[in-house]
C-alpha cells in the first residue's frame, strides 16, 4: 500500500520555471532585473550574515517598520498592521488563500495570467474559474464579474498583467468593485507597479484604502533585484494581516533577505534611475518590433509578449538557438505565447535581430 496524496494535489499543474540561461547566453525567461545589486544591500547582506546561527526576526519587525514608513503617506496612511511579508509575492498569496477558501470555494481570476494562480487556488481545495482575456490582451472585468456566485470567495487581479503586460485601469477596477460583494476577498497583484507609466493604471493603494475587502500584493524580487532572496508582501486590512502571519511558514524570510529588504527601501533613488534605464529600454524595444510588424499587447512591465499561439515553441527555439533564454507558454490553445524580458542592452538589440526573421 502507498500513501495517497490528496486528489487536489496530484491534479496541481506543474509550475514552469524560466530556463537557466547556458554561459554566453542572456536569461530573458524570469523577469529578472539584469542590474547588480542596489548600493549599500550587498554590505548590509553581508554584514547580517554574522547572524546566520540564529533564527529569523519571526515578526519581521525592523523589516515591517522600514516597509511602513517607505510606504506612510498623509492621504493614504499605511501602518505596519497592515503589512505582513512572505516568501515573495506568490507565498503571501498562498497564505491569503488558505487564510479565507473553504474546498469547493471559488476563485476568479483572468487567463492567461501568473500561472501559480490556479496552482495556488487548487492548494487550498477551492476551484478556479479562469475567465478569458480580451482581445488586447486586458482583464475582461464584465466577463469576471458575470462569474462572481455564492461561492466565489475571492478575485485575482494582476496589474500588470503577467505574461501579457496591459494594467487594469483604475476606474475600470473601481467600477468592477462596486458589483463585488463585500465578503469576497480580491487581490490586487501589483509585482510590477514600479514599472508602469500609464497615469490610466490601477493604483492599488487608493483602492485598499476605500475597500476593506481588497489586498495590495508586491514584491522585491522584480524592480527591486531581490528574486533570490524571495520577499514579497501584502497590504491588508489590520483583520487580515494577522491571519496572513497565521498562516504563513515560520521564520520564512531570511536574516539576509530582511536586511536586503531594509537597505533596499533607502536605496530608492538608485532604484528608480535604474526602473527609469529599464522602462527606456522597453519603449525602445517595443517600437522595434512595432516597426517590424509586430502587433503587440500594452507593454507596461519589464517584459514583452508575443502572441505567438501556434507559432510559440518556434519562435522561443529561434530565440535559444540566438542565446536568449525566453519563456514559452504552450497550452495548445489561443492563449499561447512567448514572453520576453527585457535584459542587458546586448541582448535587448539581439531580439530585434531574431525577431526580424521570426514568422508572423
Known sequence: MTVPIRAAVAALPAYQPGKPAPAGSFKLSSNENPFPPLPGVLEAVQASCAQMNRYPDMGNSAALEALAAFLDAPELPVAEANLALGTGSVAVLYHLLQAVCEPGDEVVYAWRSFEAYPIAVQVCGAKGVPVGLKGDATHDLAAMAAAITPRTRAILVCTPNNPTGPIVRHDDLVEFLAG??????????????????????????????????????????????????????????????????????????SVPAQAAVIASLAAHEPLMARVAELVAAREELVAGLTDLGFDLPSAQANFVWFAAREQTMAYAAAFAEAGLMVRPYAAGDASDGVRVSIGEPEANARILTVAADLPR
Open 180 to 253: 463585488v460583494p463585500d465578503d469576497v476577498l480580491v487581490v490586487v497583484d501589483e509585482a510590477y507597479i514600479e514599472f508602469v507609466t500609464d497615469p490610466a493604471a490601477t493604483r492599488g493603494l487608493e483602492i485598499w484604502r476605500d475597500h476593506p475587502n481588497v489586498v495590495v500584493l508586491r514584491t522585491f524580487s522584480k524592480a527591486y533585484g531581490l528574486a533570490g532572496f524571495r520577499v514579497g508582501y501584502a497590504v491588508a486590512e489590520p483583520r487580515l494581516a494577522p491571519a496572513l502571519r497565521a498562516t504563513s511558514l515560520p521564520f520564512g524570510v
